[in-house]
């Protein structure tokens, strides 16, 4: 049986670039012919994947997992967190919904999860060489330190040596990293074994008077600096870098940023095209006038509908779908477009709505969650999107609501929904889509445009790779694997 070894990745902050180093790691040791899997005990996210056991993880692992060339498993995120509101999250244990809990109260429950953690991180270490771990946020959150189960104090409950990640593009990376470290009890700064800059723009010269003085304040070597990457690989923390881009192309697609907008990764795939503008929209004078709209997921339907009701997004969306604009919703999306939604278990607060009235469904809401991957072939469309007709789709299911119909897609005239996320993913499906927003204004398409999903997806994550490996001290990596903690 194997034992692997454990190479721990923690972060001064969130949105430090946690994930992707974790992806370029598990690449990396992939690549040099090591068996690698991904692991997070605990992660905080609303954007998840469905196994094939119908369990639910982490989009996050399910990506490093893919990095790592194997399936992923529910095993590298035992601990999931779907935020629900301000104060309260989802707890979804081993893939399954364990229930709704203020912070507060989970605070104090987490412990319990110690051996659930342990259990399925012993489970992956029996079966891979290397285990690439992720914190979360950063361990130096003084008052969240006690019975701490995801930075620190999993590291020392899997014996794993620690690199530490700092974010140079938000300015003050060594106060970052040196008052992290500084933080730090003794035995958990021993566990830190060296440090990594991320994200670095320019000439690294100037960086290196900097890299001594750290070293001289805290005798932790720098294995490396990364520079800041141009790949396309779904990031967890990615939508506010997304966010930013207000350029409007030939195509332009708006996505309604929803306060709990969950799985925004599902429309990526429109990004990969030069001539489509896809835009995150949050108030009415960013509407514009878009060539299709999308109503994303959200962990809260009814009052995130009620939000773009009273800041008049619904009203603009109801307006552009009556002159014809495509409309499409996808899982929260598809339940905000039918006539009602009702929550009479309290399942995501409890409520009843009417909903926007563009397609013929009333959503009812339990406590079971419905999870599930599906594929099949797209038939019956009509209108605009008619092309997608018999093109192979695949994707998965994870919602609370029922909706009457088992239809993979509804459509009302220009309005469609479905419950699939990823369901652009699979090869020509985009594309086939922004074909049609062309030809709707008289807009050659370049056929030559699209490319191989797979192909694409394996090229940057070697890409990734390549770049990591240059920047990092592979010798002192390996090094601090050998020698643990």
Request: hydrophobic content about 40%; glycine content about 10%.
């Amino acid at each position: 049986m194997k034992i692997a070894k454990p190479l721990m990745i923690q972060g001064t902050m969130s949105n430090a670039g946690k994930s992707l180093l974790c992806a370029a790691l598990c690449r990396i040791f992939r690549q040099d012919g090591h068996c690698v899997a991904p692991f997070k005990s605990q992660n905080m996210a609303l954007n998840s994947y469905i196994t094939e056991e119908g369990l639910e993880m982490g989009r996050a692992q399910a990506v490093q997992a893919e990095a790592a060339g194997i399936r992923p498993s529910v095993l590298m995120n035992p601990v999931l967190l779907k935020p629900t509101t301000d104060t309260g999250s989802q707890i979804i244990v081993n893939g399954k919904v364990l229930g709704n809990m203020p912070a507060a109260e989970y605070f104090k429950y987490k412990k319990q999860l110690v051996p659930e953690i342990m259990r399925a991180y012993d489970a992956l270490a029996s079966e891979n060489d290397i285990i690439v771990i992720e914190g979360a946020g950063s361990p130096a959150e003084i008052n969240l330190k006690t019975d701490d189960i995801v930075n620190m104090g999993l590291a020392k409950m899997a014996e794993a040596p620690v690199l530490l990640a700092g974010d140079i593009d938000r300015g003050g990376v060594f106060a970052q990293l040196y008052g992290t470290i500084a933080l730090l009890e003794p035995d958990e700064r021993s566990l830190v074994k060296a440090t990594v800059i991320n994200k670095f723009r320019g000439d690294r010269s100037i960086l290196a008077p900097g890299l001594d003085m750290l070293y001289d304040l805290v005798k932790i070597p720098c294995a490396g600096v990364i520079p800041y990457m141009n790949v396309d690989i779904d990031d967890e923390d990615s939508l506010s870098e997304r966010l930013r881009s207000g350029e409007r192309r030939e195509i332009d697609i708006a996505i309604i940023c929803l306060p709990r907008i969950s799985n925004f990764t599902d429309f990526s795939p429109f990004e990969r095209f030069p001539g489509v503008s896809v835009r995150y929209v949050r108030k009415l004078s960013g509407f514009g006038k878009p060539d299709m709209i999308i109503l994303p997921g959200t962990k809260s339907t009814i009052s995130d509908l009620k939000w773009m009701r009273q800041n008049g997004l619904e009203a603009q969306i109801l307006k552009a779908a009556s002159r014809g604009t495509p409309v499409f919703g996808i899982c929260g999306g598809l339940q905000m477009l039918g006539k009602r939604i009702s929550d009479p278990d309290e399942a995501e607060g409890g409520g009843e709505i009417s909903g926007m009235g563009l397609l013929d469904i009333e959503t009812v809401f339990s406590c079971e969650k419905t999870r599930r991957q599906a594929e099949g072939t797209f038939s019956g469309l009509t209108g605009m999107f008619e092309g997608l007709n018999g093109i192979g789709y695949r994707g998965y299911e994870m919602h609370l609501g029922q909706s009457g119909t088992d239809r993979p897609v509804l459509q009302s005239r220009n309005v469609y929904g479905s419950y699939i996320h990823g369901l652009f993913d699979a090869n020509n499906i985009a594309g086939t889509v922004v074909k049609a927003l062309y030809e709707a204004r008289g807009l050659r398409f370049d056929e030559n445009a699209g490319f191989d999903a797979q192909t694409y997806r394996e090229g940057q994550y070697d890409k990734l790779a390549a770049e990591v490996r240059k920047a990092l001290d592979m010798e002192l990596i390996y090094s601090i694997l050998e020698n643990g903690i």
